[in-house]
């Protein structure tokens, strides 16, 4: 069982990782800046409550996680409510701004 998991996560993350590079081509920094004010209010650097930091987060998988929540492939239902607004250019753009933020 474990197994075909894996497979399963592997097969989406080779899926998306083309996609990934054309979305990222539609961010732009300074936008993902202005719209990154709601993620940190839960994603702070330093957490005690489960919630990541995302601070410094690799783009590709930013993006691969923001779309899994957007289509309700992963299981958390605020991410899937904030993903749910966001369009491909707002995500592009966050993970640009997170990738930059160490």
């Known amino acids: 069982m474990r197994f075909l998991s894996f497979l399963f996560i592997l097969s989406f993350f080779c899926k998306t990782s083309l996609a990934d590079e054309s979305i990222l081509a539609l961010g732009d920094t300074e936008y993902g800046q202005h719209l990154a004010g709601e993620c940190v209010t839960c994603h702070k650097a330093n957490t005690s ?19 899994a929540y957007k289509n309700k492939e992963m299981e958390n239902q605020v991410m899937q409510m904030i993903a749910g607004r966001l369009d491909n250019e707002q995500i592009a753009s966050l993970a640009l701004y997170f990738n930059k933020i160490k």
């Open 49 to 67: 409550k489960g919630i990541p930091s995302i601070n410094g987060y690799d783009k590709d998988v930013f993006v691969t996680l923001m779309l």
